[in-house]
């Protein structure tokens, strides 16, 4: 990890709390032989643009297994929604203007994925926030309800968020007609923010369409603010349950030619 090389400072930070719903401690389960944060903080040391980074967390159990790979851990005191409101209230100690959201259960995120969503920041102060979105090629993610799917406009700004499969093929049409033709995205849940845009979102009211889809991302477009999608052809494969854990594992290895 290297600085930016600009005045400008990028801080990523990764939210890690221990209850999840479906996975309590997650955080800290095993993956190849790590605390799963462990996985996360090294992945993340690997982006070129981050100048820091630091999690966010509610527990010390999670506490001692960043710090015991010397990496800085904020525990804000409060009830939480989301990630993001953990990271707006954990960041009142630093100064960086550029916020990244890091997931906590992406063990061997791209670090080219953290960097692709500060360089527009870095770049352009106006742009409010940022995330990632992957073309979709399989005809399984058409119809998968755990992934998000986005579409944007001619500029590559967010339009809207869904589980379901959006744009909808009009009557007489086919998916696969539009499939092959890339007309599909996979939302991949980082996020990149100007640090006081940051601030504005944590403020905002939740917002119906979010209560509906149950995505957080939608609260920003709601009320009128613009999202950046950066597209990328790397993936990504979260921990979101107990079994999870052995695809990652497995993955990973085959991703590095193991057998």
């Not at 981050?50 to 990496?71: F, G, K, S």
């Not at 001619?154 to 007489?172: D, M, V």
């Not at 990328?232 to 030619?257: F, H, N, S």
Request: charged share 20%.
């Amino acid at each position: 990890m290297t600085g930016s090389g600009t005045e400008r400072r990028a801080l990523g930070v990764i939210p890690a709390r221990y209850a999840s719903t479906r996975f309590p401690g997650k955080a800290i389960a095993p993956i190849d032989g790590k605390p799963m944060v462990q996985r996360v903080i090294e992945s993340a040391r690997q982006a070129r643009l981050l100048d820091q980074i630091v999690v966010a967390t509610d527990h010390p159990y999670i506490q001692a297994a960043a710090q015991a790979c010397d990496c800085p851990v904020v525990m804000p005191e409060g009830n939480f929604n989301s990630g993001t409101d953990r990271i707006a209230a954990g960041i009142r100690d630093y100064s960086h203007e550029i916020v990244v959201n890091i997931q906590g259960d992406l063990p061997y995120l791209p670090a080219e994925m953290i960097d692709a969503i500060v360089e527009p920041l870095l770049a352009n102060p106006t742009i409010p926030c940022a995330t990632l979105a992957r073309q979709v090629t399989e005809s399984a993610e058409l119809t998968d309800r755990t992934l998000a799917r986005v579409i944007m406009d001619q500029n590559q700004n967010a339009l809207y968020f869904s589980r379901a499969t959006i744009p909808f093929a009009k009557a007489g049409d086919d998916e696969m007609h539009w499939l092959e033709r890339g007309a599909y995205y996979r939302h991949i849940g980082l996020y990149g923010f100007q640090r006081e845009f940051l601030q504005t979102v944590v403020s905002l009211p939740q917002s119906p369409l979010e209560n509906i889809e149950g995505l957080e991302q939608l609260r920003i477009l709601e009320h009128g603010y613009q999202m950046r999608v950066v597209l990328t052809k790397l993936d990504v494969y979260p921990v979101d349950r107990p079994e999870d854990v052995a695809i990652v594992e497995r993955r990973q290895r085959q991703a590095a030619g193991q057998s």
